[in-house]
């Protein structure tokens, strides 16, 4: 007759970033892309000198495709927070 195995306990893993529910990430990561966007918007206004109309263009798109394609909500959070950002 086989020997039982020995039962061991449940690790379980523990969670890192930001906790709370998907909502809250998702305000939190709307917030921190909005300021973000704009902290480097203008950075680039600054340094170089390009079009608010282009610029913020490429802001709209980039806040898209972050929205449409991360799986955290924080980070689909950012890009619509990038993105409402670059509408005003």
């Known amino acids: 007759m086989a020997k039982k195995r020995k039962s061991k306990p449940v690790r379980r893993r523990r969670m890192s ?12 990561g709307s917030v921190a892309g909005a300021i973000g966007s704009r902290f480097v918007g203008k950075l680039i206004t600054t340094k170089m000198t390009i079009d608010a109309k282009i ?14 394609k991360a799986k955290n909500p924080f980070l689909r959070g950012a890009g619509v927070g990038i993105g409402s950002a670059a509408a005003c």
């Open 55 to 68: 610029l913020n263009g490429a802001f709209l798109a980039a806040g898209g495709m972050l929205a449409l």
């Open 17 to 28: 970033g930001a906790k709370g529910s998907e909502g809250l990430q998702l305000l939190m």
